[in-house]
């Protein structure tokens, strides 16, 4: 389980058909063979490490349902070690099991802050809600609004500069999870007609 707080963001050192190298500084100082990390919002087992990377299996299902199969040397990637009992649930729960890809539609400042809308198929729209959680390339956030075609939050300048998505450009794609209590709440009522 993660919160959708990034530890970390960092680069590709690699890429291979089914082998994704990441560097890192921060999270690879404690990370363990097959530890699960959340690599932009995908939850990946660790399969080796140096004091200076690691290396993740990204299997056909993981690059079929993420953006993790764009990615190239030197791209940025928000990292997040999996949650530990004793720490702070700061963002929301998040799995790492991404439901989909979105693209970013329109990206506008507004004072500090920048406003992001992202286009998503309607499968992934129908959990998304006003003021509820959405996860966005491993990052917990706030939904502004949702209609039927799209959805937006607003950045404060932390996260904008602390993560990936403010490298991002009109026309990008992301990874989205949405909160898995709308989907729980789903099935139970689905169940019960």
């Known amino acids: ?12 050192n690699y890429t291979s058909d089914s082998i994704l190298s990441i560097n890192s500084s921060l999270v690879v100082e404690d990370l363990e063979i097959k530890d699960s990390i959340c690599v932009n919002g995908a939850c990946l087992t660790v399969i080796s490490k140096t004091n200076k990377s690691f290396d993740v299996n990204v299997v ?3 690059l079929r349902r ?10 940025l990637v928000n990292l997040e070690r999996s949650t530990s009992v004793n720490g702070r649930l700061g963002g929301h729960i998040v799995q790492g099991h991404v439901d989909g890809m979105g693209v970013i539609s329109s990206i506008v400042s507004d004072g ?5 809308s992202f286009e998503a198929d309607e499968k992934i729209l129908k959990y998304i809600v006003e003021k509820g959680f959405i996860c966005i390339d491993g990052i917990s956030l706030t939904v ?4 039927d075609t ?3 939050i ?3 300048p932390y996260t904008y500069s602390h993560t990936s998505l403010g490298d ?9 999870e949405c909160d898995i209590i709308g989907k729980y709440v789903e099935k139970l009522i689905s169940r019960s007609m």
């Open 1 to 12: 389980m993660f919160t959708g707080i990034i530890e970390e963001v960092s680069t590709v």
């Open 60 to 62: 056909p299902e993981t």
């Open 66 to 75: 993420t953006n993790l199969g764009d990615l190239n040397q030197g791209n």
């Open 112 to 116: 500090d802050a920048f406003n992001l």
């Open 144 to 147: 502004t609004y949702c209609d």
């Open 150 to 152: 799209a959805f937006g």
């Open 154 to 156: 607003s950045l404060i």
């Open 168 to 176: 991002k450009i009109v026309g990008n794609s992301v990874n989205l």
